[in-house]
């Protein structure tokens, strides 16, 4: 299909990993538009961290992968990658990359290319890929992760800032903190795959959980340190006739959970199968710990408990929430012994009636309302962007 655009997006993540909102933009576009998404850079020493991706290690060897007719997915040449904590080695490693990248990106019909990053090392490649116009996607403070060296990340992503064409962040909070160095960020708020919750799975995909006594809270999402284990647990022991369901990788110790008769772990599922499992469960439980990390998001888990019907049961970790609480669309708790009773209300105030109206509202934050109000800001952009030849003039 011919275009005047194409899409380059270098992101922090697999394809085929968890689905935050590199890949739900990605898919939108590649409806009209052609995307090469470049996925996470792996490396010998990414492998000696976590040995279960070794076999990602090969994947650059299948070149540009077709998944749809305007979509491919490229994984990069497997070099250093250590720019977390030596930035100027991963500049120079780009440069290699670069190669590799351009080669499976070189434009054909597009008279645009639009280069997309989600990550504040991704920065040194604008005006390095023959771009139109640059967008940095924030789907979170990176700097705040326990894996990232925060002066380094800071630093690097005030460069990205002030370089960067237009800047797309997922929460009001993330966008407020950074208008200041680029008047051009729009908050664009996390949503839901409407294919996944407009599918009618089979109930065999969720035996397992239909097993279980109702009722049913369920945690669906990573089992990280942002995550407060002893909330979840407090809850469980105090509510012993509610089922405490959770869905997910898990990367610290449950080990105090799982002695309990009520908390029931499903492992890590296909993300297709949330919108069923969140069905059969009176609420989703969102009991992040406050801090820098989690202050400015709302993660996409609170926008598929509403489009499943439930309420989301969230601790006061984001003042992002608040709209959302005033609406009645989600409990807030501003104490431990507050939350596990908010999830006992949720439970007992579980009906059909409660479940149309959140829905109502879950449903229509969909990722084809988001791309369309990115793509009216890209167009924008482009109108006032002058071209190549202009700009040789101007310099």
């Known amino acids: 299909m011919s275009s005047s655009r194409e899409h380059l997006y270098l992101s ?34 990414t492998i000696m961290r976590y040995p279960r991706l070794w076999p990602r290690l090969f994947r650059w060897l299948l070149g540009a992968r077709r998944l749809s007719p305007n ?9 250093f990658h250590l720019g977390h904590r030596f930035p100027l080695l991963f500049r120079l490693e780009f440069a290699l990359q670069r190669y590799w990248i351009s080669f499976w990106a070189r434009r054909r019909l597009a008279n645009h290319l639009i280069l997309w990053f989600d990550h504040p090392l991704f920065g040194c490649a604008i005006g390095t890929m023959g771009e139109s116009l640059s967008v ?3 789907g979170d403070d990176v700097a705040e992760f326990r894996t990232s060296h925060k ?8 460069r990205a800032l002030k370089r960067a064409d237009v800047v797309f962040a997922a929460a009001d909070g993330l966008a407020r ?11 664009i708020q996390n949503a839901i795959d409407t294919s996944a919750f407009q599918a009618e799975l089979p109930g065999l995909n969720f035996a397992d959980i239909d097993r279980i006594p109702e009722p049913r809270v369920t945690f669906v999402g990573v089992v990280d340190s942002w995550v407060d284990i002893g909330l979840l647990e407090a809850t469980a022991r105090t509510l012993p006739h509610v089922s405490v369901v959770i869905v997910g990788p898990l990367n610290i110790d449950t080990g105090h959970l799982r002695r309990l008769d009520n908390v029931h772990f499903l492992g890590v599922r296909d993300r297709r199968l949330v919108p069923g499992i969140l069905r059969r469960c009176s609420a989703t439980l969102v009991p992040f710990v406050p801090n820098d990390l989690t202050a400015r998001i709302v ?10 019907g439930i309420v989301p049961v969230c601790t006061s970790f984001s003042r992002n929430l608040d709209s959302f609480e005033r609406q009645g669309l989600v409990f807030v708790a501003r104490s431990p012994a507050e939350y596990v009773e908010l999830v006992g209300r949720a439970v007992s105030e579980d009906s059909p009636e409660r479940r149309a109206t959140i829905s109502g509202f879950g449903l229509k934050q969909t990722w084809s ?16 962007k002058p071209d190549a030849e202009e700009a040789d003039r101007a310099t």
Request: charged letters at 20%; proline letters at 8%.
């Open 12 to 45: 922090s993540l697999f394809w085929d990993g968890l689905w935050i909102i590199q890949q739900p933009i990605c898919q939108e576009i590649q409806r009209e538009e052609p995307v090469l998404f470049v996925e996470r850079i792996v490396s010998v020493f």
């Open 71 to 79: 979509l491919r997915v490229l994984a990069p040449l497997p070099l």
């Open 136 to 138: 940095y996607h924030v």
């Open 151 to 158: 002066p380094t990340m800071n630093r690097l992503e005030e």
């Open 177 to 187: 903190a950074r208008v200041g160095k680029n008047p051009k960020t729009f908050a």
């Open 299 to 308: 993660p996409a888990k609170v926008f598929e408990g509403m489009a499943a």
């Open 369 to 384: 309302a988001r791309w369309a109000t990115m793509n009216e800001v890209i167009g924008r952009q482009l109108e006032h």
